[in-house]
């Protein structure tokens, strides 16, 4: 594939209003992560419950 | 005799480096350096729509650290309005370290080792880089912890500092 050809299909791919891209984009909203892939979000989860610890312990130690 | 208490600057310090490291992690990491994406090791980049599906995951990833950077100012706020809260610089940065110390040595136990979703630098020699973020970590929380110590130390000088209430509060 031609650099020109390669460009070209890569903007279809890219572009929110082409059909290819807009069906990238579906694809992209269709793929289905993993199961547990919301425990990659647990630090954070776990960082909000230890800053409300620190705040209790905190009043309660003054 | 007004009493001082920690506990709000603590935590909106804990939020906002939580927050503030995350930031790094996504920036320098993710976009600048392009060595990992949230879910680089299971849907490698490979394509322009493995490549959209991780930029997808590392914005909501983005929006969870914007999530906690956010609650932590409305502590601040809330610590910069109270009367008791000592205004100690020690202790605030001291809490700042901590908790990007957290960030790091959580989400690289959980993200790199437990979940294997991405690691820090790919390839030959990751558990090296891993195992030396989680470090990283460890010893900003132990760098914080004696900061704050530090600032609790501080707290005779500190407390004749505790400012009045403001008109009107």
Same mark, same amino acid.
């Given at each position: 594939m031609s650099e020109k050809a390669l460009a070209l299909d890569f903007h279809a791919l890219a572009c929110p209003r082409c059909e290819a891209?807009?069906?990238a984009r579906q694809q992209v909203l269709e793929q289905k992560?993993?199961?547990n892939l919301w425990a990659a979000l647990l630090p954070f989860v776990l960082i909000g419950v230890a800053s409300l610890l620190v705040e209790r312990v905190g009043k309660g130690r003054s | %005799? !007004?009493?001082a208490h920690h506990g709000a600057i603590l935590s909106s310090g804990l939020l906002l480096g939580a927050g503030l490291g995350g930031f790094v992690d996504g920036i320098v990491l993710h976009q600048i350096l392009q060595w990992h994406n949230l879910l680089s090791s299971v849907h490698p980049p490979v394509d322009l729509v493995? %490549? !959209?599906?991780n930029m997808l995951w590392d914005g909501i990833?983005?929006?969870f650290t914007w999530t906690l950077t956010v609650l932590g100012l409305a502590r601040l706020w809330a610590a910069g309005k109270s009367a008791d809260v000592p205004w100690c610089t020690r202790t605030f940065v001291g809490s700042l370290f901590v908790g990007w110390g957290l960030f790091n040595a959580l989400e690289g136990t959980i993200d790199h080792q437990i979940l294997g979703i991405h690691h820090v630098h790919p390839g030959e020699g990751e558990l090296v880089w891993d195992l030396g973020f989680i470090a990283s970590g460890l010893v900003m929380i132990g760098g914080g912890w004696l900061a704050i110590r530090a600032g609790r130390i501080e707290l005779p000088v500190e407390r004749a500092r505790l400012r009045a209430p403001r008109y009107g509060e």
């Open positions: 891209g807009i069906e992560p993993l199961e | %005799m !007004k009493t493995s %490549m !959209k599906f990833f983005h929006a």
